[in-house]
């Protein structure tokens, strides 16, 4: 049985926790090569082991743009492609209204609001990895 992701590459930002590393092992086991990013680094190595030997692990936080511009140059260098990108990086604190601030909100905002739509539009403009 032929696999439907054989000879691709993918990337699954936030691929250390959470739903990541079941969303990665996923896409490894039909066949893709499979970049994650994490910000610590016990839990990116961890995931990796987990997902298997088509995993690359690579530190990044998805609401730094040095971050994202280091994670699309490796996966550039490495692969030369990507054809499937997971943004699924995020989170959040449970609080009670009256617990929330400034700074919660700025954080939440970074990582799942701004890292998402950063993370897409650098690889919209990665031109060896634009879309086939």
Known sequence: MSKKLADKVAL?????????????KALAEQGAKV????????ELDAAVRFIGPA?????????VLSDLDAVFATIAEESGR????????GGGDMLPLSAITEAHVDR?????????????????RCSPMAPR
């Open 12 to 24: 699954v930002t936030g691929g250390s926790a959470g739903i990541g590393p079941a969303s990665a």
């Open 35 to 42: 970049y994650i990013t994490g910000r610590r680094q016990e």
């Open 55 to 63: 995993a690359r692990g690579i530190r990044a936080d998805a609401a």
């Open 82 to 89: 990507l054809d499937v990108l997971f943004a699924n990086a």
């Open 108 to 124: 939440i905002f970074a990582t799942n609001v701004r890292g998402v739509v950063f993370t897409v539009q650098k690889r919209c």
